[in-house]
């Protein structure tokens, strides 16, 4: 099996999630962006595992599905409440944290 | 070697602090007698202490030692034990607390009209929480004159700025804030700097050890022993105040309550100048004889320096501040002399200063609580009205201009006499400053107590019994170690020996025969 | 050098009695005042008493130099120093002077201060000064002198600054601390010279201890001793704090700055006299000190019209005569020490009916406005009259017997400078002759010039008592005390035997011949000028430039004002501005830098999500980058 294919297509992945991380405003979208990044790195890990004949690399894409959930979890939580309280969704207007 | 005389010592104001803490705001009153009380059992337990320890000639440097291991990873203990140097600054710490207890009786109660300074914007302060640091900071100071563990020092020397932070940031004057954090960056810089020499001491000797005993000669000549040498230096240099390292003195001895600032200038900067005969001396030899010509000039400078400065002050306290720093010039002359004439009477100089500086800044308060101003012009012709008050101010005053028949003059001769047997003309420039010194006494005791009585003056209240005897029984002090002052030398002298031994110096003999052509 | 013993181990009594009396009066507060000044009387007279008990056991020794060892006060390794007393001729001279001329003195005050509320303070800074003056005359060593030496000092200054709330008495109290200090700055680096040569400060050990004293060390010290004594008499170029002192209650100018504590320097010359024997050079320096000295307080006594000023510039010239006594050498000191004693007897007499005046006129001291008081108050009239007699050198009166041997003693050093030392001494005699007549005919003479509120009368009893002994002290003193040369021979044992009668530069005869019209010629002068015409209420203006000159003591004080005062305070005002923005400032400005810098780095935490994002992603990168670039390099 060649990994290439899987690899450019993590980084792939990983490339669009960075993107739009960065220039999307929109919180959810922002997080879906994180998401995929996230994925994009399983798939290499599940990959090398693959190729090392290992299982080290699939044990961690589980660590890894776990913490995005509970990040799901309170990430949300956080963009709901800031929705609540501005009627935004928008990181760039919850700048509260600035010098 | 568990010898639990000294720890016994550390934790009395310790536990008599968490005591006070835990009292109710409203307690005022039992907190002051407990504090009261607590100190004068320190001072009684030390008095004991201090007869017990051996002078005789073939007794231990280091006595009542006792040793418990305390992190095992690095060989760190809690170790204490006292030599002649340690003990006598030790008796003169807890001689000082009782004092400052009494004299800052009511300083912070609002309604006593007592009150020393009215800050503008200061809350009702806790006066519970003010002796029970006080407290605290007894146990530290005890703490760091008795560890003999490196690193146990270190912990002490940087533990003792938090109670002063609080003394001074909670219960000083109008710019307290900024002093108290002047004095805690200031003290911490030295602090990190020191820190990072014990490290490099535990590295460089490898003993593996923290331990006094151990390390003492250990440390290899050369580059290595100049740099650690210089971090311990100049966190003692600060904490001291040797010129140039001097200015947060005037700003926290001005601003901190004057009970606060005699425990600062009498017993906390002393750690700097025990440190030079505890540590740098020791420790590092080579280095120290190296860089001893610049710290004996440095010293000369500020005697002057700081004297001139004092003359030049309208605010008591800051003029107090700088004799202070003018004092401390003697003692670090006395230290670098390398002879025992200038070694004991450095040692001496520093129980000495410690009671006289506090007694003066004591003084200065009780006369700023009646004036409610720290500037001299607000006063004149107090002596008037206030005798006891212009007699102790006086004689305070007296011992600091070094008046013989005072111990101060016994301590500051042997400094200027160690001194000239090897630097002549430093001693003589140094001994220029007693005309100095009557100048800032005399102009400020002429500036606050002579003259016409003026109106605000003329309401003045003279001192009560509480005030009288927080502050005789220092002076009385002074006076009889003045006129005998024996026993204490007696304590300091062979623990100066034994320092100077570690440095490779002894005395020069005293020899006519290269004195012809006269005195270079 | 015998150890004391029977009467003379309590020597230290001595001290510590007026010590202990001193510490009473002043703790007592309020309460004693009632009893104070009878306790602070008796205490000078008890120890007259036993001063001359001693003094009869201490003839009766064959060693008359009576060491008493109290206890070991300082011992630092090679410095040790002993408390102890050194009982020996010279020491005893000193004694029953102290205690002799200080218990009439101190019985004078007890009339003098009865008005006043501050007359137990007073007795006990007296009794106090009488302990450290003891003290440093009994001493044994230079550092125990060296106690006595600024103890005396700290009672002069406490006695000047006694009326505190006048702000010119306060400033002359700090004057003569200062000038004081000025002098112990010398007189500590002799001793830290003796302890770094000789190994001890003892006089025992260093004037006559086994190691013989180089003549550079002998210069050093005898310098550094000169300019103590300087500090301490009132000498030239410390002089100028002694005039000032009179601000202090009159008995203090007869005490201290008269009598006793002002001859401490001579004291001091006198006791290390082996020590100017080794160094001709210090010993110079002493008679130039003394012949200037005693030229100056000459002219400026004749500008004043303060009747205790013209004294006190006559102290500073007498004892300017006893420099140059004690700086003759060997043979001189016992005249020195002679005229120091006769001294104070009639300094003493002349202050004491100087205050008599002064407590009459309402503590009025204007001597213009003074005049013809002789017939109001004959007996302080009588009392000033023997005083004058002693000091001009009236033939048989106390001055006339000591100032004439210490002229010839100067003309007998031979060579230039005798002559010129002898001429100086000749024209002050003449200069005293001049002012003192000009003092007392101002002061008693011609008519009265004094206010209708002043009611001139005699002072009490408890005054005139010893006004009267130390006038007659003042005539017949000088006699006794040169009869037979006793005095000489007693004080030979400390600072050995005086001048053979020998031949002399000018013959003794024809010397006290020339001096008796010198000082007529002084005295007629006084009298032309001041006697024969009204003396104007007010100071004359448009006067000579030597009058005006003598009445500003020589600008003395002006030159000390320029050179000293101001710069000093010029200098600590620009240190005080140096250290707060000089080193303050690089303290608080390396502070600032760093808060500033961070001010500046917080700017990039804007608070957009995104934008962190991009620089963790860019921080990501590089640290790749510079992976990759380590690992395939």
Known sequence: ?99 | MHNPALVILVLIPLIGSVAVFSLRQEQAKLAKQLSLAVSLIVVVYTAVVGFAFHTDAHAERFQFRGSWSWIKAFNVHIAVGVDGIALVLVAMSVVLVPAVVLASWNSFDSRSGAEEIVAPGAKQRSVKNYFALLLLLEFFMIGVFTATDVFLFYVFFEAMLVPMYFIIGSFGGPRRQYAAMKFFLYSLVGGLLMLASVIGLYVTTGSRSFAITDLIGKVPDGATQKWLFLGFFIAFAIKAPLVPFHTWLPDAGAEAPAGGAALLVGVLDKVGTFGFLRYCLPLFPGASRYFAPTILILSVIGILYAAFLAIGQRDMKRLVAYTSVAHFGFIGLGIFAFTTQGGTGAVLYMVNHGLSTGALFIVVGLLIARGKSRNVDDYGGAAKVTPILAGLFLLTGLSALALPGMSTFVSEFLVLVGTFTRHKGLAVLATTGIVLAAIYVLYLYQRTFQGRVSEKVAKFRDLNVRETFAVAPLIALIIVLGVYPKPILDVINPAVRATLHDVHQSDPTPDLGTAVGGVR | MTTAHGIQSAAWLLIALPLLSAGVLLVAGRRADKWAHVVGAAVPVVLFGYAVMLFFSVKGEGNREINLHLYSWIPVAGFKVDAGLLIDPLSMVFVLLITGVGSLIHIYAVGYMAHDEGRRRFFGYFNYFIAVMLLLVLANSYLALYVGWEGVGLASYLLISFYYSRNIAATAGNKAFFANRVGDVGLSIAIMIMFAYVGSTSYADVLYGDTQLTKGVATAIGFMLLLGACGKSGQFPLQTWLPDAMEGPTPVSALIHAATMVTAGVYLIARSAPVFDVSQAARTAVVVVGAITLLYGCVCGCGQDDLKRVLAYSTVSQIGYMFLAVGLGPGVYAIGIIHLVGHGFFKAALFLSAGSVMHAMNDRIDMRRFGGLFRVMPITYGVFVCGYLAIIGFPLATGFWTKDKIIEAALDKGGTSGWVLGVVALAGAGLTAFYMTRALVMTFHGERRWEDDVHPHEASRSMTYPMIALGVLSLVGGYLLIFGGGLQHWLTPSVGPSVEEGVHTVSTLVLTAITLVVVALGVLGGWVAFGRKPVPISQPVGVSPVTTAARRNIYADAFNEMVLQRPGQWLSRALVYFDNRGVDGAVTGLAAGFGGGSARLKRTQTGFVRSYALSMLGGTIAVVAVLLAVRFQ
Do not use: H, W
């Not at chain 1, 790195?41 to 990959?47: A, F, G, K, Y």
């Not at chain 1, 799901?72 to 760039?92: E, P, Q």
């Open chain 1, 1 to 99: 099996m060649t990994p290439t294919y899987y690899l450019v297509l993590s980084a792939a992945l990983f490339t669009i999630g960075a993107v739009g991380v960065l220039v999307r405003r929109n919180a959810i979208v922002v997080f879906m962006c994180v998401e995929l990044m996230l994925n994009a790195v399983n798939l290499s890990l599940v990959t090398f595992a693959r190729v090392n004949g290992s299982l080290d690399g699939q044990i961690m894409a589980f660590f890894v599905m776990v913490v995005a959930a509970a990040e799901v979890v309170i990430g949300l939580a956080i963009i709901m409440s800031i929705f609540r309280t501005r009627r935004s969704a928008s990181v760039d207007d919850a700048n509260l944290l600035k010098y």
